[in-house]
């Protein structure tokens, strides 16, 4: 999904993110979405961005 990410961006995984938002998989979208930005999971902007989309 990261790869995918990045080639397409965060838009293409729209469909993905609701259904692992929906399995509360939210280990998985910390590592998809900090991959993405080619960031740490615990890079402080990471944290904050999941905290606002209630995935902590």
């Given at each position: 999904?990261?790869t995918?990410?990045?080639?397409?961006?965060?838009?293409?995984?729209?469909?993905?993110?609701?259904?692992?938002?929906?399995?509360?998989?939210n280990?998985?979208?910390?590592?998809?979405?900090?991959?993405?930005?080619?960031?740490n999971?615990d890079?402080?902007?990471?944290?904050?961005?999941?905290?606002?989309?209630?995935?902590?």
């Amino acid at each position: 999904m990261i790869t995918y990410g990045k080639i397409l961006g965060l838009g293409a995984l729209e469909r993905y993110v609701k259904i692992l938002e929906e399995k509360f998989k939210n280990k998985t979208l910390h590592q998809v979405y900090a991959g993405v930005n080619g960031r740490n999971v615990d890079d402080p902007e990471m944290q904050q961005f999941f905290k606002f989309k209630c995935w902590i």
